[in-house]
């Protein structure tokens, strides 16, 4: 058959990095060289990662689409498919389908500051176009990465977050809630809105760029609206649940929106005008 | 194509199932016990029946299985293969007598199934089958098609419409390039249509679906669909009864090694459908999930899909054990 759009690419397990107590990162490289050679996708895109006899799961693809040969994507034990993969070691075969969903612009951000604001297990689908942007920083002018996680050791991509901050122009906040910090911990200690309110970034010529729990969304959002960000230079993305991951399957809309096809990425203008339904 | 129509007597449409069965697998409705109308494959002429007001179940099923495996695979750790699914062994296969409102279906199965990505193993399906289309000259309080811009002999989604007529004839249209080979291959069959009175029934328009999709565009945070859902039990009959419903699911099943990806029917109305891993539910009650369904089908399938997703066959108020009634609530919809 010509075009099964079930049919996932094999990959292979080139490399496995802890994260923390219950999530890891994958280097998947493609097992049929000529599928590498064909393959692109652009920042903010998904895929679906399968595991045979389990099933399969969405998350994003957490690498750059600058960095060739391989994609990363990085997920938290927490179901049926997520459990299978954490089991799985180097050399062992998975499936992957995508790239889905449409892309972060980072074309209409050339020339424009970007603030990158993620907490917890929402870094992954951040990171790829923070590496994107770093990738081609001279089309952009200052970039500042706001991180918080729960505790020190909940924080991901540690040796990433080391380089972003030896980088001399790249400002990087990280920071741990009140009792999750670590005798030397040397980042910030609160919650990513009041850490964020105290950084005081300029909203002059600057997009936001925010992914996070909903609580995290939802007192975050405040501060920006008073730092003077508008609605449509605030960009974050949508995490419903999906099967397909291309328009058919019917449980990802949010009203008339398919977050698979229309999302993932949206801006705040975008999500205000679509039901609370996510 | 340009419609052509003949007359088909009675005592020929025996001989055209008999030829058209010579090679290709026939599904047609059949009675069944419990006073059940069913589609079975191949039955003999003599148990087809022609004057059935519905089946119990739609015909989705010979273009959207509920069940369609979609690869196979052997699971080797590091050395894991995917087979594909042999689309070529899809039979070629000939609806016969399936009503106006389920030939319809195929149609807003396709705006599903055909925009943007094609699913071939849907398309693959389609193009292997012949609808011979049977008009309406019987309908009961659940039909609604003339509500949803349908009508008992509406020729959507047909190859080959037959239209009773009061002498126990048939008026055959023959509506696309299938059914045209039909009249060519069996020429014999069919005469000149001479303007032979034809016996249909008539259906009561009960909304308006344009109205409909207006309203509903300010209706999301209306009390209208808490009211009218508290009876509901999310057993999802509706769905599995739908000829137009196909939300599907996704799920691996092996054994020892060897296994299988399948896709098959789900439905909005059940709670676990939008659960997130987190645990958190964007349509956490039953109330958000009858909204959903409403909605998809008058309000976002016509803005996304440029079709309505609803045929009017009446299935999901017939099989409801709650006796809600989809037309009813439209109806009360417009004057909300």
């Given at each position: 058959?010509?075009?099964?759009?079930?049919?996932?690419?094999?990959?292979?397990?080139?490399?496995?990095?802890?994260?923390?107590?219950?999530?890891?990162?994958?280097?998947?490289?493609?097992?049929?060289?000529?599928?590498?050679?064909?393959?692109?996708?652009?920042?903010?895109?998904?895929?679906?990662?399968?595991?045979?006899?389990?099933?399969?799961?969405?998350?994003?693809?957490?690498?750059?689409?600058?960095?060739?040969?391989?994609?990363?994507?990085?997920?938290?034990?927490?179901?049926?498919?997520?459990?299978?993969?954490?089991?799985?070691?180097?050399?062992?075969?998975?499936?992957?389908?995508?790239?889905?969903?449409?892309?972060?612009?980072?074309?209409?951000?050339?020339?424009?500051?970007?603030?990158?604001?993620?907490?917890?297990?929402?870094?992954?689908?951040?990171?790829?176009?923070?590496?994107?942007?770093?990738d081609l920083r001279h089309k952009y002018k200052d970039i500042t990465i706001v991180y918080g996680a729960r505790s020190v050791a909940d924080l991901v991509y540690k040796h990433e977050l080391k380089a972003w901050e030896e980088m001399p122009d790249i400002r990087l906040i990280t920071t741990v809630d009140p009792g999750g910090q670590t005798p030397d911990w040397k980042g910030e200690i609160g919650f990513v809105p009041m850490v964020l309110e105290k950084a005081a970034p300029s909203s002059e010529n600057t997009v936001a760029i925010l992914c996070g729990?909903?609580?995290?969304?939802?007192?975050?959002?405040?501060?920006?609206?008073?730092?003077?960000?508008?609605?449509?230079?605030?960009?974050?993305?949508?995490?419903?649940?999906?099967?397909?991951?291309?328009?058919?399957?019917?449980?990802?809309?949010?009203?008339?929106?398919?977050?698979?096809?229309?999302?993932?990425?949206?801006?705040?203008?975008q999500l205000l005008s679509m039901p609370m339904e996510y | 194509m340009e419609t052509t129509s003949k007359t088909i007597r009675k005592h020929s449409l025996e001989k055209l199932y008999a030829s058209l069965a010579e090679n290709r697998k026939m599904y047609a409705p059949v009675a069944e016990a419990d006073n059940r109308i069913g589609y079975k494959y191949n039955p003999d002429f003599s148990e087809v029946i022609f004057d059935h007001i519905q089946s119990t179940l739609s015909v989705k099923n010979v273009v959207f299985p509920r069940v369609e495996n979609v690869i196979f695979y052997t699971n080797n750790k590091n050395d894991s293969t995917v087979t594909d699914v042999d689309l070529n062994k899809i039979p070629?296969?000939?609806?016969?007598?399936?009503?106006?409102?389920?030939?319809?279906?195929?149609?807003?199965?396709?705006?599903?199934?055909?925009?943007?990505?094609?699913?071939?193993?849907?398309?693959?399906?389609?193009?292997?089958?012949?609808?011979?289309?049977?008009?309406?000259?019987?309908?009961d309080a659940h039909c609604f098609c003339t509500s949803v811009g349908l009508s008992p002999d509406s020729t959507k989604g047909s190859d080959i419409l037959l239209v009773p007529l009061t002498n126990g004839d048939y008026k055959a249209e023959i509506l696309t390039e299938k059914g045209n080979r039909i009249l060519t291959d069996f020429s014999g069959l069919f005469e000149p249509y001479q303007d032979e009175e034809t016996k249909l029934t008539h259906v009561e328009q009960q909304f308006d679906h344009k109205q409909v999709t207006q309203h509903l565009k300010e209706a999301f945070e209306n009390p209208f669909w808490v009211e009218n859902s508290l009876r509901c039990i999310g057993c999802g009959a509706c769905a599995y009864v739908c000829p137009t419903c196909a939300c599907f699911d996704i799920q691996d099943e092996a054994k020892g090694k060897n296994g299988k990806r399948y896709r098959s029917w789900d439905s909005c109305g059940f709670g676990l459908f939008t659960l997130h891993t987190s645990g958190h539910n964007p349509r956490e009650v039953q109330s958000q999930r009858w909204r959903q369904r409403i909605l998809h089908k008058f309000s976002y399938m016509p803005e996304r899909n440029a079709s309505l997703g609803c045929v009017g066959c009446g299935r999901c108020s017939r099989a409801c054990p709650v006796d809600m009634n989809i037309a009813e609530q439209l109806q009360a919809l417009q004057s909300i």
């Open positions: 058959m010509c075009n099964n759009i079930y049919k996932p690419y094999l990959m292979q397990i080139d490399q496995i990095i802890d994260e923390t107590s219950d999530a890891k990162t994958f280097r998947l490289k493609f097992k049929n060289p000529e599928e590498a050679e064909k393959f692109t996708f652009k920042a903010g895109q998904f895929g679906e990662y399968s595991v045979f006899g389990e099933g399969e799961s969405t998350f994003c693809i957490a690498s750059s689409p600058t960095r060739k040969d391989y994609i990363e994507c990085t997920f938290r034990k927490a179901g049926r498919v997520t459990n299978a993969l954490a089991n799985m070691e180097v050399g062992d075969t998975l499936g992957f389908r995508g790239p889905y969903g449409n892309t972060f612009p980072i074309e209409e951000w050339e020339g424009k500051n970007l603030l990158y604001i993620a907490g917890g297990i929402a870094l992954p689908p951040m990171r790829c176009v923070i590496w994107n942007t770093i729990p909903p609580v995290m969304i939802k007192f975050t959002m405040p501060v920006l609206k008073k730092l003077g960000f508008k609605d449509k230079d605030i960009f974050t993305t949508l995490e419903n649940r999906m099967k397909c991951g291309f328009g058919k399957c019917g449980r990802c809309n949010v009203g008339k929106v398919f977050v698979c096809k229309d999302g993932p990425v949206f801006t705040n203008e | 070629e296969v000939v609806l016969w007598g399936a009503h106006p409102c389920d030939t319809a279906a195929y149609d807003v199965l396709r705006s599903i199934f055909c925009w943007d990505t094609k699913d071939e193993f849907f398309a693959k399906r389609l193009e292997k089958l012949v609808v011979i289309g049977l008009a309406c000259h019987k309908s």
